[in-house]
Nanobody, 124 residues
Framework: QVQLVESGGGLVQAGGSLRLSCAAS????????MGWFRQAPGKEREFVAA????????YYADSVKGRFIISRDNAKNTEYLQMNSLEPEDTAVYYC?????????????????WGQGTQVTVSS
């Protein structure tokens, strides 16, 4: 089993920035893809970004492209989501996820492990 713990959420004004972190522990192994999803009140969970093991491949939802940056530090078993130019529409619970595969995916059911989520609130 792999445990994922997010941190870094909070309240920020529109136009501001936040950096989320996700620390992995347990039976981690090399090669796994990591991603971020989010769920706003009354909406379905949606894909935000994903990153390959090496960090050489990344993929973003159109809604965050150019504003968010996903990265990872494998030595620390940690991934990050730098969120810039935040908008009220970015308000959601953000979830870290990992999948036992090298294939990037935007589909939540393809991910094997999930964090508990961290709240991000953007005020206008």
């Amino acid at each position: 089993q792999v445990q994922l713990v997010e941190s870094g959420g909070g309240l920020v004004q529109a136009g501001g920035s936040l950096r989320l972190s996700c620390a992995a522990s347990g039976r981690t192994r090399s090669g796994y893809v990591m991603g971020w999803f989010r769920q706003a009140p009354g909406k379905e969970r949606e894909f935000v970004a994903a990153i390959s093991w090496s960090g050489g491949r990344t993929y973003y939802a159109d809604s965050v492209k150019g504003r968010f940056i996903i990265s990872r530090d494998n030595a620390k078993n940690t991934e990050y989501l730098q969120m810039n130019s935040l908008e009220p529409e970015d308000t959601a619970v953000y979830y870290c996820a990992a999948k036992d595969s090298i294939v990037l995916s935007t589909t939540d059911y393809e991910y094997d492990y999930w964090g508990q989520g961290t709240q991000v609130t953007v005020s206008s």
